[in-house]
């Protein structure tokens, strides 16, 4: 049993999500009602889409740290388009925030292409200069509710068929994200750039294409993810989001996307992150200490990093066993 | 290059006084601010000038650098240095840094007074702080009891656990509990001044206490949003959000209804009292310990052992005159 818990990840982290879900009920028994459940897929659906775009860049062996600046960044330009001319469709604006999203995802992705920078170093530059731009934007100013269109406010909370937009639009980009990592050249080219790059090359994989396409893929989510957080808590300023960066690749290290790229699966990263956002809109309402709350948080992270990392090397020495047998 | 500037800005100030040479016998108050063109600062300016027409013979100098930086700063007050102006009133970008500056203007007999951004005691006569703890912590339990006469349940929601600023308000506000009678603060929770966090406390909150009648949030970011999370969950007339925060940030839920009040200083009164104070100071008036110095109309203000003062209660914003002050700051 133990077993198979470990080899299957995903099966191994519905597990801890339902244990989780146990303790929290025994403490706050309304959490488990299924309008609660829906109020926290829809809290977390936002980090499920960042890390789904994460996933496809760990998975290349790179890394995005500048995902929630450039969310900062997209919702603060929609933001400020929407406050000077709310006549703008709102589904333009979404259009606007993932191609401006795409677009400073693309600039990661060509300096680590061509300029082959490593990739921590990049966006790490470009965390930076994205939160600058917003405040060059800006002026530090915020825009606020009052600035905002109703439309461009209503679009995430509108209901459909008894789930917010925001919820539906995480299970489109699930639905998306899973059909190209599992049906596509290209998802096929995700998990052999990060599996060997050496490799991938022989078999004509374009390395440096394959990250610059998995950066534009991220990016296009931060920035889709930029108009649907301001328009969420509507209110966009410098710091939005600030951070977040840490908990999406968190939800991607518990779902079990491998650092050293290659492994990972589009229900580890969804998984991850519900793992996440159970924690997160758990702890207000168990009513434990704030600092105690951090504590949790860090604990479990590494807990689950643990898991993964003790399946990832069992995983390893298997591999090299049958070699050395052959 | 520097002194090039300084001339320019001499001449600048000069001139502009030459315009009002006919009023030659003026009491002179300049009222340097952080930077020109902030909203903030434009109201406290506002003030001032109702001080000046009120008080007749006064003529205020509203200045500063076009960036916050002390070096502008001090600049500006070498000018008005040079300008022979009666009193200086600075919010100062660096509490050490414009010291030596304003020593001198107080060696030339002017009278200096910090307002709103203090600096250190020996470059300065006095300070005029916006509130004070007790009188924001106070005010921030009041605005919530005045919108329940037969009290409920209240919780704060705050910045971080270990921020400073918060804790001591709600230390003080904590002490004024027993004088509103029915009022139960049942949580406090920390909201790290983050949108999405403060967002997810206020829900743990709606959730945790049903019977919650107010968030008190005493953030600008955490007011902000829990009025959002009230509002997305369908609480707004059950729950009232109220706080500190900034007009131009609550405008549009005050107008949704789930903030009835809430309260921040305001500007325009700390313009009016730093001149006001300025003004006293040149009448005679002695900056010691204990004293007190009249501040027109807001009253007057008692001076602590440092020098320094609170000028009133946070200045309460609401449906009526929220949408005014939102385009000031």
């Known amino acids: ?326 | 290059m520097k002194l090039a500037k300084t001339l320019m800005m001499t001449a600048a100030v000069s001139l502009a006084l030459m315009a009002n040479a006919a009023h030659a016998e003026n009491k002179k108050i300049a009222l340097v601010v952080k930077a020109l063109g902030i909203g903030f600062f434009e109201a406290a300016n506002k003030g001032a000038q109702e001080a000046a027409k009120e008080l007749g013979d006064v003529e205020v100098i509203y200045t500063g650098p076009t960036t916050t930086t002390a070096e502008g700063q001090i600049e500006v007050i070498n000018s008005l240095i040079a300008q022979k102006v009666d009193a200086i009133a600075v919010s100062a970008n660096d509490t050490d840094a414009l010291v030596p500056a304003l020593k001198k203007a107080m060696d030339r007999g002017i009278k200096v007074i910090s307002w709103d951004s203090g600096v250190a005691k020996d470059g300065r006569l006095m300070h005029l702080n916006p509130s004070s703890s007790p009188l924001i912590g106070n005010m921030i339990i009041k605005l919530a009891a005045d919108n329940l006469p037969d009290g409920g349940d209240v919780a704060v929601l705050s910045a971080t656990a270990t921020s400073t600023n918060q804790n001591v308000w709600i230390e003080e506000m904590k002490k004024v509990q027993g004088n509103y009678k029915g009022i139960n603060v049942v949580a406090t929770v920390y909201g790290d001044d983050l949108a999405d966090k403060s967002y997810r406390e206020t829900q743990g909150l709606i959730q945790s206490y049903p019977n919650l009648k107010a968030i008190i949030a005493p953030t600008s970011v955490g007011i902000v949003a829990a009025a959002q999370a009230v509002e997305d969950a369908g609480k707004v007339g059950q729950i009232n959000v109220t706080g500190l925060g900034l007009p131009s940030e609550m405008a549009g839920h005050v107008k949704a209804g789930s903030s009835k009040s809430f309260a921040i200083w305001n500007p325009i009164d700390l313009g009016y009292s730093a001149t006001m104070i300025a003004y006293d100071l040149i009448g005679g008036a002695e900056a010691k310990p204990g004293a007190e110095l009249k501040m027109g109309r807001m009253g007057s203000v008692k001076l602590d052992d440092n020098n320094e003062g609170a000028m009133a209660d946070p200045f309460v914003y609401d449906a009526s005159n929220v949408e005014e002050f939102a385009k000031i700051f």
């Open chain 1, 1 to 326: 049993m133990m077993k198979i818990l470990m080899k299957n990840r995903e099966l191994l982290l519905v597990v801890a999500i339902a244990a989780l879900l146990v303790l929290i009920t025994l403490r706050f028994p309304a959490f488990i009602e299924p309008a609660n459940l829906a109020r926290v897929y829809n809290d977390t659906s936002i980090l499920i889409i960042l890390a789904l775009g994460q996933m496809a860049v760990i998975m290349t062996r790179c890394i995005d740290l500048s995902m929630a600046a450039n969310l900062a960044l997209c919702g603060m330009v929609v933001a400020m388009i929407n406050s000077v001319a709310p006549g703008v469709p709102v589904p333009a604006l979404v259009l606007l925030a993932l191609l401006l999203g795409a677009f400073l995802g693309s600039i990661n992705g060509l300096l680590i292409w061509k300029l082959e920078i490593p990739p921590i170093v990049v966006t790490l530059g470009t965390l930076t200069i994205y939160r600058g731009t917003i405040f060059l934007l800006s002026g530090g100013a915020w825009i606020n509710a009052h600035q905002m269109s109703d439309a461009f406010k209503a679009l995430p909370r509108a209901t459909l068929a008894g789930l917010p937009v925001l919820s539906w639009l995480s299970v489109l980009m699930i639905a998306l994200i899973y059909i190209v990592m599992t049906r596509t050249p290209l998802g096929r080219a995700f998990h052999a750039v990060g599996g060997n790059p050496h490799a991938a090359v022989y078999t004509g994989i374009d390395v440096g294409r394959t990250r610059f396409a998995a950066y534009c893929l991220s990016g296009a989510l931060a920035g889709l993810s930029g108009y649907l957080w301001v328009s969420r808590y509507a209110v966009a300023y410098v710091d939005i989001a600030n951070g977040f960066e840490l908990d999406i690749i968190a939800a991607c290290v518990i779902g079990g996307i491998s650092i050293a790229g290659g492994i990972g699966s589009v229900p580890g990263a969804v998984l991850g992150a519900l793992f996440l956002g159970v924690i997160k809109n758990a702890l207000p309402v168990i009513n434990i200490s704030p600092f105690a709350q951090m504590a949790i948080s860090g604990t479990v992270i590494i807990i689950a990093v643990a898991v993964n990392a003790r399946a990832e090397k069992r995983k390893g020495r298997v591999i090299l066993k049958k070699a050395e047998a052959h």
